[in-house]
C-alpha cells in the first residue's frame, strides 16, 4: 500500500476513534453516546472504503491508459504505479505473443515434413505428433496425445529405441524397420533436455525395394554368367594348353589367348565377388559363427593364400594368441585372404611386397581378439580413408585395372566382420604403407601366446 494511501486511512480512522471517545467522556447521557459512536464508526468505514475504491479506479483507469481524473494529490504516485503495471503487463503480453507465434512456426514446419515426428514424455506417453504422422494408418488405434506409446506402435524396433532414449538418455537408430502397413521406415529416437524423447520415421520404402532389386537383379545376373565363364575359361586354358604344346602357333595367337584367359578368371572372380556380397547385403549369407582359436585361424588364412605369393613376397605371422574368437571360419578366412590379396595388389614394391600378418588381444576393445594385415607400400591418401570400404571404391584405379581387382574386396570384408559383431578401419602413412585392422569378439577367457611363426 502506498505511503498516501495508508495516511489517508490512519488519519480517518483516528478522528473516527478521537470523535467517539470524546462523545462518551463529555456526553452527559452515555447511552445517547453509543449510537452517536457507532454512526462514527460506519462513517469511518465508508470514508476508509470510498478512499480504497478510488485508489483501485486510479490503478484501474491507469492500467487501461485512461486518464485517472484524480484531483487529489495524494494519489498521484498510483499514475507510476499504474504506468509500471501496463508496461510489465504489455511486456508479458509481448513475450506470450512471440513464444506462441515460434511455436505456431515451428508446428507448420514440422508438419510440412515428409518425415513422422513423435514426441512421448518420460512415462512413454505421446505428449505431440506432427500431421503426417496423425494421418499414418495401420497402427492399433489413432495415433493421439495421452495415449500411452506401447499400445499404438507395437513394433518391437520402435519400442527398443524408445526405451534406450528414455532410460540411457542414448541415441538410438535402426536403419530399416517394417510396419505392419507394409512400409519400411528408418527409425531414429533421441532424448530431450527436459525429460522424455522425440521419435522420428523416416520413410525408405522405395530406397529398400531399389535396392532389393539391384540386389537380386545382381545377383541373378551373376548366377546367370557362371556357366558360360565356366565353359569359356575351361576351352580358353584347353587353348593355351595346345598352343604352348604346338610348335606351329604364333606368338601373337599365345599372347591373344593369354589376353582371353586372363579376362575371362577376372569376369569369374568378378561374378564371385558380385553373388557373394548380394547374399552378404541381403542376409542370405549365414553365419555359423564357433568357438575357434585365432592362431588357427590365422594358419587357415595363410594356406588359402599360399598360391598367390611369389618369391619376392615375404609373408611374416607375428605371435598369434590361441584365444577362441567367436567366429565362423570360412567367413573370417575370406576376410583374411581379401586383406591379403589387397595387401599384394598395393603393397608391392620394387624389392617385392612384405606382409605381416599378426593376431593378438586387443588393448583399446576389452573382450575383442585384434586381426590386422600390414604392408609397406605406397599407402591411402587421407581423402580416400573414409571411402575405402565402400563397393567399386578404388583409390588407385591405375593400379587395380593393372591388378584386376573387383573393388568388392574389403567392403564384403566390411559385412562380413559387422555380421560377427566386429568392426574394421584402415591405419596408413603415406610411403610407408597400409595396416588393416578388425575385430572379432572373445568366446573364451583363456589365452596362451605361441612362439612366432614365419612363411615365406
Request: with cysteine; glycine share 8%; charged share 25%.
Amino acid at each position: 500500500m502506498k505511503r498516501s494511501l495508508f495516511i489517508a486511512l490512519l488519519t480517518r480512522t483516528a478522528i473516527g476513534f478521537l470523535a467517539a471517545a470524546a462523545l462518551l467522556v463529555l456526553w452527559p447521557h452515555w447511552w445517547l453516546a453509543v449510537p452517536v459512536a457507532l454512526i462514527a464508526a460506519i462513517a469511518v468505514a465508508f470514508s476508509c472504503a470510498w478512499l480504497v475504491g478510488r485508489a483501485l479506479q486510479t490503478l484501474k483507469a491507469g492500467r487501461a491508459g485512461q486518464p485517472t481524473g484524480s484531483s487529489f494529490v495524494e494519489f498521484e504516485e498510483f499514475d507510476d504505479l499504474a504506468y509500471d503495471i501496463t508496461q510489465r503487463s504489455e511486456l508479458q503480453e509481448a513475450q506470450r505473443t512471440a513464444v506462441a507465434e515460434d511455436r505456431r512456426k515451428l508446428e507448420v514446419l514440422l508438419d510440412s515434413m515428409q518425415d513422422l515426428v513423435l514426441a512421448v514424455d518420460s512415462a512413454g506417453r505421446i505428449s505431440w505428433t506432427n500431421e503426417p504422422m496423425r494421418r499414418i494408418p495401420g497402427f492399433t488405434g489413432a495415433v493421439r496425445t495421452g495415449h500411452a506409446l506401447v499400445q499404438t506402435i507395437r513394433v518391437p524396433e520402435v519400442l527398443t529405441c524408445a526405451r534406450i532414449a528414455l532410460e540411457d538418455r542414448e541415441v538410438a537408430e535402426r536403419a530399416a524397420v517394417p510396419f505392419p502397413t507394409g512400409r519400411i521406415f528408418a527409425v531414429s529416437a533421441a532424448p530431450m533436455p527436459e525429460g522424455g524423447a522425440v521419435i522420428v520415421f523416416r520413410d525408405v520404402t522405395r530406397v529398400e525395394q531399389m535396392e532389393r532389386g539391384q540386389r537380386e537383379f545382381v545377383a541373378n545376373v551373376s548366377h546367370e554368367l557362371r556357366t558360360p565363364l565356366t565353359s569359356i575359361m575351361g576351352y580358353v586354358e584347353m587353348l593355351v594348353d595346345d598352343a604352348n604344346a604346338s610348335p606351329d602357333t604364333t606368338p601373337a595367337s599365345k599372347e591373344f589367348l593369354e589376353a582371353i584367359h586372363k579376362n575371362a578368371v577376372r569376369m569369374g572372380r568378378l561374378t564371385e565377388d558380385l553373388l557373394v556380397m548380394a547374399k552378404v547385403e541381403s542376409g542370405d549369407h549365414e553365419i555359423r559363427p564357433m568357438p575357434t582359436a585365432a592362431s588357427t585361424v590365422i594358419r587357415e588364412a595363410v594356406v588359402a593364400v599360399t598360391g598367390l605369393l611369389r618369391d619376392d613376397t615375404h609373408l611374416e605371422i607375428l605371435g598369434p594368441v590361441d584365444t577362441k574368437v567367436s567366429a565362423d571360419v570360412d567367413a573370417v578366412v575370406q576376410v583374411l585372404t581379401n586383406l591379403i590379396e589387397n595387401a599384394l595388389a598395393y603393397g608391392r614394391g620394387p624389392d617385392g611386397a612384405r606382409i605381416i600378418l599378426a593376431a593378438e588381444e586387443s588393448a583399446q576393445q576389452p573382450g575383442m581378439v585384434l586381426f590386422s594385415v600390414r604392408d609397406f607400400g605406397y599407402g591411402i591418401p587421407f581423402e580416400h580413408r573414409h571411402r575405402i570400404f565402400e563397393r567399386f571404391y578404388r583409390a588407385d584405379k591405375a593400379r587395380s585395372r593393372e591388378s584386376g581387382g573387383t573393388g568388392l574386396g574389403l567392403s564384403i570384408a566390411k559385412h562380413l566382420v559387422e555380421s560377427h559383431g566386429g568392426s574394421i578401419w584402415v591405419e596408413s602413412d603415406l610411403g610407408r604403407g597400409s595396416r588393416f585392422c578388425f575385430t572379432l569378439p572373445v568366446a573364451a577367457s583363456v589365452a596362451v601366446r605361441q612362439p612366432a611363426e614365419d612363411a615365406a
